[in-house]
Protein backbone atom coordinates (compact mmCIF):
# COMPACT_ATOMS: atom_id res chain seq x y z
CA UNK A 1 0.00 0.00 0.00
CA UNK A 2 2.55 2.57 0.70
CA UNK A 3 4.64 1.82 -2.13
CA UNK A 4 1.41 2.15 -4.53
CA UNK A 5 1.05 5.40 -2.55
CA UNK A 6 4.76 6.62 -3.03
CA UNK A 7 4.47 5.80 -6.86
CA UNK A 8 1.10 7.61 -7.50
CA UNK A 9 2.64 10.61 -5.61
CA UNK A 10 6.11 10.25 -7.77
CA UNK A 11 3.92 10.03 -10.93
CA UNK A 12 1.45 12.90 -10.29
CA UNK A 13 4.59 15.05 -9.47
CA UNK A 14 6.67 13.97 -12.66
CA UNK A 15 5.67 17.38 -14.81
CA UNK A 16 6.30 19.69 -11.72
CA UNK A 17 10.30 18.15 -12.21
CA UNK A 18 10.14 20.24 -15.77
CA UNK A 19 11.23 23.70 -15.73
CA UNK A 20 9.03 24.44 -18.54
CA UNK A 21 5.91 23.07 -17.29
CA UNK A 22 6.28 24.74 -14.06
CA UNK A 23 6.93 27.80 -16.14
CA UNK A 24 2.81 26.53 -17.60
CA UNK A 25 1.93 25.53 -14.44
CA UNK A 26 2.72 29.54 -13.10
CA UNK A 27 1.16 31.29 -16.15
CA UNK A 28 -1.65 28.96 -16.05
CA UNK A 29 -2.42 29.94 -12.71
CA UNK A 30 -1.36 34.04 -12.80
CA UNK A 31 -3.61 34.27 -16.42
CA UNK A 32 -6.71 32.38 -14.48
CA UNK A 33 -5.76 34.47 -10.83
CA UNK A 34 -5.96 37.75 -13.33
CA UNK A 35 -9.22 36.62 -14.86
CA UNK A 36 -10.95 36.96 -11.80
CA UNK A 37 -9.23 39.77 -10.33
CA UNK A 38 -10.81 41.65 -13.83
CA UNK A 39 -14.43 40.38 -13.31
CA UNK A 40 -14.50 41.69 -9.89
CA UNK A 41 -12.65 44.93 -10.77
CA UNK A 42 -15.41 45.37 -13.66
CA UNK A 43 -17.78 44.44 -11.75
CA UNK A 44 -17.32 46.85 -8.61
CA UNK A 45 -16.13 50.11 -10.39
CA UNK A 46 -19.42 49.84 -13.21
CA UNK A 47 -22.10 49.72 -10.36
CA UNK A 48 -19.86 52.31 -8.62
CA UNK A 49 -19.80 54.64 -11.28
CA UNK A 50 -23.63 54.15 -12.20
CA UNK A 51 -25.27 52.17 -9.69
CA UNK A 52 -26.95 50.24 -12.54
CA UNK A 53 -27.46 46.19 -13.10
CA UNK A 54 -28.19 46.89 -16.33
CA UNK A 55 -24.81 48.87 -16.97
CA UNK A 56 -23.06 45.61 -15.37
CA UNK A 57 -24.68 43.55 -17.99
CA UNK A 58 -23.34 45.46 -21.15
CA UNK A 59 -20.16 45.44 -19.96
CA UNK A 60 -19.43 41.72 -19.02
CA UNK A 61 -21.62 41.30 -22.39
CA UNK A 62 -18.76 43.51 -24.21
CA UNK A 63 -16.41 41.06 -22.76
CA UNK A 64 -17.80 37.97 -23.37
CA UNK A 65 -19.02 38.63 -27.11
CA UNK A 66 -15.75 39.20 -28.43
CA UNK A 67 -14.08 36.49 -26.71
CA UNK A 68 -16.96 33.62 -28.21
CA UNK A 69 -16.42 34.81 -31.32
CA UNK A 70 -13.37 35.18 -31.76
CA UNK A 71 -12.06 31.86 -30.27
CA UNK A 72 -12.02 30.01 -33.27
CA UNK A 73 -9.70 32.66 -34.66
CA UNK A 74 -7.57 32.34 -31.67
CA UNK A 75 -7.44 28.47 -31.96
CA UNK A 76 -6.50 28.85 -36.01
CA UNK A 77 -3.44 31.32 -35.19
CA UNK A 78 -2.21 28.78 -32.29
CA UNK A 79 -2.12 25.98 -34.77
CA UNK A 80 0.18 28.25 -37.31
CA UNK A 81 1.73 30.30 -35.04
CA UNK A 82 3.73 29.92 -31.78
CA UNK A 83 1.00 28.60 -29.21
CA UNK A 84 3.36 30.26 -26.91
CA UNK A 85 4.03 33.15 -28.41
CA UNK A 86 0.73 33.49 -28.47
CA UNK A 87 -0.19 33.62 -25.04
CA UNK A 88 2.74 35.97 -23.88
CA UNK A 89 1.57 38.80 -26.62
CA UNK A 90 -2.08 37.83 -25.34
CA UNK A 91 -1.03 38.27 -21.36
CA UNK A 92 1.01 41.41 -22.09
CA UNK A 93 -1.89 43.07 -23.90
CA UNK A 94 -3.87 42.31 -21.19
CA UNK A 95 -1.53 43.43 -18.43
CA UNK A 96 -1.37 46.85 -20.67
CA UNK A 97 -5.00 47.01 -21.26
CA UNK A 98 -5.49 46.94 -17.48
CA UNK A 99 -2.93 49.07 -16.62
CA UNK A 100 -4.63 51.61 -18.67
CA UNK A 101 -8.21 51.53 -17.33
CA UNK A 102 -6.32 51.18 -13.67
CA UNK A 103 -4.56 54.54 -14.47
CA UNK A 104 -7.63 56.40 -16.07
CA UNK A 105 -10.00 55.03 -12.89
CA UNK A 106 -6.99 56.70 -10.45
CA UNK A 107 -7.69 59.95 -12.95
CA UNK A 108 -10.97 59.61 -12.45
CA UNK A 109 -11.84 59.83 -15.84
CA UNK A 110 -13.47 56.41 -16.54
CA UNK A 111 -16.84 56.51 -18.28
CA UNK A 112 -19.13 53.09 -18.73
CA UNK A 113 -18.29 53.78 -22.62
CA UNK A 114 -14.66 53.22 -22.11
CA UNK A 115 -15.43 50.23 -19.90
CA UNK A 116 -17.28 48.69 -22.75
CA UNK A 117 -14.28 49.33 -25.07
CA UNK A 118 -11.69 48.09 -22.61
CA UNK A 119 -14.16 45.09 -21.61
CA UNK A 120 -14.33 43.99 -25.15
CA UNK A 121 -10.53 44.76 -26.23
CA UNK A 122 -9.93 42.32 -22.76
CA UNK A 123 -12.25 39.64 -24.25
CA UNK A 124 -10.84 39.89 -28.01
CA UNK A 125 -7.77 39.25 -26.30
CA UNK A 126 -8.34 36.83 -23.99
CA UNK A 127 -9.97 34.43 -27.23
CA UNK A 128 -6.28 34.21 -28.84
CA UNK A 129 -5.01 32.87 -25.03
CA UNK A 130 -7.43 29.79 -23.84
CA UNK A 131 -7.07 27.67 -27.19
CA UNK A 132 -3.36 28.49 -26.90
CA UNK A 133 -2.77 27.44 -23.39
CA UNK A 134 -5.03 24.32 -23.84
CA UNK A 135 -2.70 23.31 -26.91
CA UNK A 136 0.65 23.71 -25.49
CA UNK A 137 0.97 21.16 -23.19
CA UNK A 138 2.00 18.33 -25.46
CA UNK A 139 4.84 20.70 -26.67
CA UNK A 140 6.09 20.61 -23.14
CA UNK A 141 5.82 17.27 -21.48
CA UNK A 142 6.34 13.87 -23.02
CA UNK A 143 2.83 11.89 -24.21
CA UNK A 144 3.07 9.59 -21.11
CA UNK A 145 2.77 12.46 -18.56
CA UNK A 146 0.12 14.30 -20.58
CA UNK A 147 -2.56 12.75 -17.64
CA UNK A 148 -0.81 13.70 -14.56
CA UNK A 149 0.59 16.97 -15.88
CA UNK A 150 -3.23 18.32 -17.13
CA UNK A 151 -4.22 17.16 -13.23
CA UNK A 152 -1.83 19.43 -11.48
CA UNK A 153 -3.07 22.41 -14.46
CA UNK A 154 -6.16 21.27 -13.86
CA UNK A 155 -6.15 21.78 -9.53
CA UNK A 156 -4.37 24.59 -9.67
CA UNK A 157 -6.91 26.30 -12.57
CA UNK A 158 -9.65 25.44 -9.73
CA UNK A 159 -7.86 27.05 -7.10
CA UNK A 160 -7.27 30.38 -9.35
CA UNK A 161 -10.75 30.39 -10.14
CA UNK A 162 -11.37 30.58 -6.46
CA UNK A 163 -8.45 32.60 -5.60
CA UNK A 164 -8.83 35.10 -8.74
CA UNK A 165 -12.37 36.76 -6.84
CA UNK A 166 -11.66 36.40 -3.30
CA UNK A 167 -8.65 38.49 -3.19
CA UNK A 168 -10.11 40.69 -6.02
CA UNK A 169 -12.61 41.29 -3.75
CA UNK A 170 -9.79 42.47 -0.37
CA UNK A 171 -7.92 44.58 -2.79
CA UNK A 172 -11.09 46.48 -4.22
CA UNK A 173 -12.17 46.58 -0.24
CA UNK A 174 -9.30 47.73 1.16
CA UNK A 175 -8.01 50.18 -1.87
CA UNK A 176 -10.06 51.00 -5.01
CA UNK A 177 -11.15 49.21 -7.76
CA UNK A 178 -8.70 51.04 -9.89
CA UNK A 179 -5.56 49.92 -7.73
CA UNK A 180 -7.48 46.35 -8.56
CA UNK A 181 -6.52 46.87 -12.32
CA UNK A 182 -3.58 47.74 -11.52
CA UNK A 183 -2.58 44.37 -9.47
CA UNK A 184 -4.81 42.50 -12.24
CA UNK A 185 -2.12 44.17 -14.99
CA UNK A 186 1.05 42.81 -12.94
CA UNK A 187 -0.30 39.49 -12.85
CA UNK A 188 -0.52 39.37 -16.37
CA UNK A 189 2.67 40.79 -17.50
CA UNK A 190 4.15 38.14 -14.99
CA UNK A 191 2.14 35.44 -16.59
CA UNK A 192 3.48 36.70 -19.90
CA UNK A 193 6.90 36.83 -18.68
CA UNK A 194 6.45 32.84 -17.62
CA UNK A 195 4.91 31.71 -20.74
CA UNK A 196 8.19 33.49 -22.76
CA UNK A 197 10.51 31.34 -20.88
CA UNK A 198 8.85 28.21 -21.74
CA UNK A 199 11.05 26.16 -24.27
CA UNK A 200 9.20 23.33 -26.26
CA UNK A 201 10.13 19.32 -26.54
CA UNK A 202 12.71 19.41 -29.61
CA UNK A 203 10.35 17.38 -32.08
CA UNK A 204 12.09 15.20 -34.87
CA UNK A 205 12.59 16.90 -38.26
CA UNK A 206 12.31 20.25 -36.05
CA UNK A 207 15.26 22.86 -36.81
CA UNK A 208 16.97 24.74 -34.01
CA UNK A 209 14.71 28.40 -34.94
CA UNK A 210 11.40 26.28 -34.79
CA UNK A 211 12.62 24.55 -31.17
CA UNK A 212 13.21 27.54 -29.59
CA UNK A 213 9.80 29.19 -30.48
CA UNK A 214 7.64 26.08 -30.62
CA UNK A 215 6.24 26.81 -33.72
CA UNK A 216 7.31 26.20 -37.61
CA UNK A 217 7.38 28.89 -39.89
CA UNK A 218 4.20 29.93 -41.65
CA UNK A 219 4.88 28.90 -45.54
CA UNK A 220 4.12 31.68 -48.49
CA UNK A 221 1.17 29.41 -49.59
CA UNK A 222 -0.49 28.99 -46.34
CA UNK A 223 -4.24 28.90 -46.39
CA UNK A 224 -6.40 31.68 -45.54
CA UNK A 225 -7.50 32.54 -42.17
CA UNK A 226 -11.01 31.35 -42.81
CA UNK A 227 -9.52 28.17 -44.93
CA UNK A 228 -8.03 27.04 -41.69
CA UNK A 229 -10.95 27.56 -39.65
CA UNK A 230 -13.04 25.51 -41.77
CA UNK A 231 -10.49 22.90 -42.13
CA UNK A 232 -10.66 22.86 -38.22
CA UNK A 233 -14.37 22.48 -38.14
CA UNK A 234 -14.22 19.55 -40.74
CA UNK A 235 -11.33 17.78 -39.06
CA UNK A 236 -13.74 17.92 -35.07
CA UNK A 237 -16.60 17.12 -36.88
CA UNK A 238 -16.19 14.22 -39.30
CA UNK A 239 -14.07 11.81 -36.81
CA UNK A 240 -16.78 10.50 -34.76
CA UNK A 241 -14.57 9.86 -31.93
CA UNK A 242 -14.00 14.05 -32.17
CA UNK A 243 -17.47 14.41 -32.06
CA UNK A 244 -18.66 12.70 -29.16
CA UNK A 245 -16.25 14.14 -27.38
CA UNK A 246 -17.59 17.42 -28.27
CA UNK A 247 -21.76 16.12 -28.05
CA UNK A 248 -20.66 15.00 -24.29
CA UNK A 249 -19.11 18.28 -23.16
CA UNK A 250 -22.20 19.90 -24.78
CA UNK A 251 -24.35 18.21 -22.37
CA UNK A 252 -22.45 18.24 -19.46
CA UNK A 253 -22.41 22.05 -20.24
CA UNK A 254 -26.14 22.42 -20.53
CA UNK A 255 -26.17 20.17 -17.11
CA UNK A 256 -24.04 21.86 -15.40
CA UNK A 257 -24.01 26.28 -16.52
CA UNK A 258 -28.06 26.21 -15.37
CA UNK A 259 -28.13 23.44 -12.50
CA UNK A 260 -25.13 24.13 -10.76
CA UNK A 261 -25.80 28.12 -10.68
CA UNK A 262 -29.79 29.06 -10.81
CA UNK A 263 -30.36 24.69 -9.81
CA UNK A 264 -27.84 25.42 -6.57
CA UNK A 265 -29.17 28.90 -5.72
CA UNK A 266 -32.51 27.39 -6.08
CA UNK A 267 -32.02 24.24 -4.07
CA UNK A 268 -30.17 26.17 -1.42
CA UNK A 269 -32.57 28.58 -0.29
CA UNK A 270 -36.01 26.93 -1.45
CA UNK A 271 -35.54 22.87 -0.53
CA UNK A 272 -32.76 22.63 1.85
CA UNK A 273 -34.42 26.17 3.38
CA UNK A 274 -30.63 27.43 3.94
CA UNK A 275 -28.95 30.88 2.91
CA UNK A 276 -25.46 31.52 1.03
CA UNK A 277 -23.81 29.33 3.29
CA UNK A 278 -25.43 26.53 2.17
CA UNK A 279 -25.19 27.63 -1.54
CA UNK A 280 -21.11 28.60 -0.77
CA UNK A 281 -21.12 24.56 0.66
CA UNK A 282 -22.95 23.01 -2.55
CA UNK A 283 -20.36 24.90 -4.65
CA UNK A 284 -17.12 24.14 -2.38
CA UNK A 285 -18.57 20.51 -2.58
CA UNK A 286 -18.52 20.09 -5.97
CA UNK A 287 -15.14 22.25 -6.41
CA UNK A 288 -13.29 20.11 -4.01
CA UNK A 289 -14.86 16.48 -5.49
CA UNK A 290 -13.70 17.70 -8.69
CA UNK A 291 -9.94 18.35 -7.46
CA UNK A 292 -10.11 15.33 -6.07
CA UNK A 293 -11.55 13.38 -9.19
CA UNK A 294 -8.58 15.47 -10.72
CA UNK A 295 -5.70 14.11 -8.43
CA UNK A 296 -6.74 10.90 -8.36
CA UNK A 297 -7.17 10.30 -12.18
CA UNK A 298 -3.71 11.76 -12.62
CA UNK A 299 -1.82 10.07 -10.45
CA UNK A 300 -3.08 6.43 -11.84
CA UNK A 301 -0.72 4.51 -14.44
CA UNK A 302 -3.73 3.47 -16.87
CA UNK A 303 -4.85 4.37 -20.03
CA UNK A 304 -8.46 3.69 -19.65
CA UNK A 305 -10.92 3.30 -22.52
CA UNK A 306 -11.75 7.06 -23.06
CA UNK A 307 -15.13 6.02 -24.65
CA UNK A 308 -16.29 3.87 -21.83
CA UNK A 309 -14.96 6.37 -19.27
CA UNK A 310 -17.53 9.62 -20.87
CA UNK A 311 -20.61 7.01 -21.45
CA UNK A 312 -19.69 6.41 -17.33
CA UNK A 313 -18.97 9.71 -16.55
CA UNK A 314 -22.47 10.89 -18.32
CA UNK A 315 -24.75 8.23 -16.36
CA UNK A 316 -22.68 9.18 -13.21
CA UNK A 317 -23.93 12.48 -13.82
CA UNK A 318 -27.41 11.73 -14.37
CA UNK A 319 -27.96 9.77 -11.55
CA UNK A 320 -26.50 12.12 -9.26
CA UNK A 321 -28.70 15.02 -10.78
CA UNK A 322 -31.67 12.77 -10.72
CA UNK A 323 -30.84 12.34 -6.89
CA UNK A 324 -30.55 15.86 -6.39
CA UNK A 325 -34.13 16.91 -7.20
CA UNK A 326 -34.97 13.80 -4.93
CA UNK A 327 -33.07 14.50 -1.59
CA UNK A 328 -34.50 16.39 0.92
CA UNK A 329 -31.29 17.36 3.66
CA UNK A 330 -28.14 19.15 2.57
CA UNK A 331 -25.79 16.56 3.94
CA UNK A 332 -27.29 14.05 1.48
CA UNK A 333 -27.12 16.77 -1.15
CA UNK A 334 -23.16 17.90 -0.22
CA UNK A 335 -22.19 13.94 -0.37
CA UNK A 336 -24.18 13.71 -3.73
CA UNK A 337 -22.57 16.77 -5.60
CA UNK A 338 -19.15 15.89 -4.16
CA UNK A 339 -19.32 12.53 -5.90
CA UNK A 340 -20.74 14.37 -9.08
CA UNK A 341 -17.53 16.57 -9.10
CA UNK A 342 -14.75 13.88 -8.87
CA UNK A 343 -16.51 11.86 -11.50
CA UNK A 344 -16.17 15.19 -13.95
CA UNK A 345 -12.28 15.97 -12.28
CA UNK A 346 -11.24 11.93 -12.74
CA UNK A 347 -12.70 11.98 -16.56
CA UNK A 348 -11.35 15.31 -17.59
CA UNK A 349 -7.93 14.27 -17.11
CA UNK A 350 -8.55 11.56 -19.56
CA UNK A 351 -10.57 13.55 -22.01
CA UNK A 352 -8.16 15.99 -22.59
CA UNK A 353 -5.12 13.74 -22.25
CA UNK A 354 -7.19 11.90 -25.18
CA UNK A 355 -7.53 15.18 -27.30
CA UNK A 356 -3.89 16.60 -26.82
CA UNK A 357 -2.10 12.69 -27.54
CA UNK A 358 -4.58 12.08 -30.42
CA UNK A 359 -5.41 15.11 -32.44
CA UNK A 360 -2.68 15.83 -35.06
CA UNK A 361 -0.96 18.85 -33.53
CA UNK A 362 -1.58 20.78 -36.61
CA UNK A 363 -5.01 21.20 -36.03
CA UNK A 364 -5.04 20.87 -32.21
CA UNK A 365 -5.86 24.42 -30.93
CA UNK A 366 -8.76 24.48 -33.83
CA UNK A 367 -10.21 21.57 -32.28
CA UNK A 368 -9.76 22.90 -28.93
CA UNK A 369 -11.49 25.97 -29.81
CA UNK A 370 -14.24 24.29 -31.46
CA UNK A 371 -14.99 22.84 -27.92
CA UNK A 372 -14.87 26.14 -26.36
CA UNK A 373 -17.57 27.83 -28.97
CA UNK A 374 -19.45 25.48 -28.35
CA UNK A 375 -19.70 25.72 -24.85
CA UNK A 376 -19.97 29.24 -24.97
CA UNK A 377 -23.07 28.63 -27.25
CA UNK A 378 -24.72 26.27 -24.47
CA UNK A 379 -24.16 28.01 -21.31
CA UNK A 380 -26.37 30.75 -21.71
CA UNK A 381 -29.35 28.83 -23.46
CA UNK A 382 -28.74 26.26 -20.54
CA UNK A 383 -28.82 29.29 -17.80
CA UNK A 384 -32.15 30.54 -19.61
CA UNK A 385 -34.11 26.88 -19.85
CA UNK A 386 -32.99 25.64 -16.00
CA UNK A 387 -34.27 29.48 -14.85
CA UNK A 388 -37.53 28.61 -16.76
CA UNK A 389 -37.79 25.10 -15.04
CA UNK A 390 -37.09 26.28 -11.80
CA UNK A 391 -40.19 28.45 -11.52
CA UNK A 392 -42.06 25.15 -11.32
CA UNK A 393 -39.01 23.38 -8.72
CA UNK A 394 -35.90 22.23 -8.49
CA UNK A 395 -36.95 18.93 -9.32
CA UNK A 396 -38.57 19.39 -13.30
CA UNK A 397 -35.47 21.20 -13.87
CA UNK A 398 -32.72 18.24 -12.26
CA UNK A 399 -34.90 15.93 -14.06
CA UNK A 400 -34.62 17.47 -17.81
CA UNK A 401 -30.73 17.48 -16.78
CA UNK A 402 -30.95 13.56 -15.56
CA UNK A 403 -32.88 12.96 -18.62
CA UNK A 404 -30.62 14.48 -21.17
CA UNK A 405 -26.89 12.90 -19.67
CA UNK A 406 -29.18 9.55 -19.72
CA UNK A 407 -29.72 9.92 -23.24
CA UNK A 408 -25.92 11.25 -23.93
CA UNK A 409 -24.48 7.76 -22.20
CA UNK A 410 -26.66 5.74 -24.48
CA UNK A 411 -25.30 7.16 -27.59
CA UNK A 412 -21.89 6.76 -26.54
CA UNK A 413 -22.46 3.03 -25.98
CA UNK A 414 -24.41 2.29 -29.33
CA UNK A 415 -21.24 3.51 -30.76
CA UNK A 416 -18.60 0.25 -31.57
CA UNK A 417 -16.06 2.91 -32.96
CA UNK A 418 -16.55 5.18 -30.12
CA UNK A 419 -16.30 2.31 -27.21
CA UNK A 420 -13.62 1.32 -27.99
CA UNK A 421 -11.37 4.50 -27.92
CA UNK A 422 -8.46 4.57 -25.89
Known sequence: MASTLVDARSRLSAPARLPSFRLLWLGQSLSLLGDGFSYIAFSWITLGLTGSTLALGYVLACQAVP??????????????????????????????????????????????????????????????????????????????????????????????????????????????????????????????????????????????????????????????????????????????????ILAVDAAVTFCQAGPFTVGFATLAKVDLQGGSATLGLLNGALAGGAMLGTLVGGALDTRPRIGLLIAALAGWLSIGTGLLGLVGNTAGALATVLAMGFGMGFQGVFGLSWIQRTIDGSVLSRVISVDMVIGYAVAPLSLIVCGALAGSGTGPMFAVSAVVLAVTGLGILSSRTVREMR
Open 67 to 244: RALLTLVGGSLSDTWSARRLMALSSWARAALMAAVGLAGLAGSLTVAMLCCAAAAFGAVDAFFQPARASVLPSVVDRELLAPANALLAVAAKVSAVLGPAVGGMVVALADAPVAFLVDGVCFALCGLCVSGIRPLPRPGADAADRADGGAAEPADAPSLAARIRAGLRYAFEDPRIRT
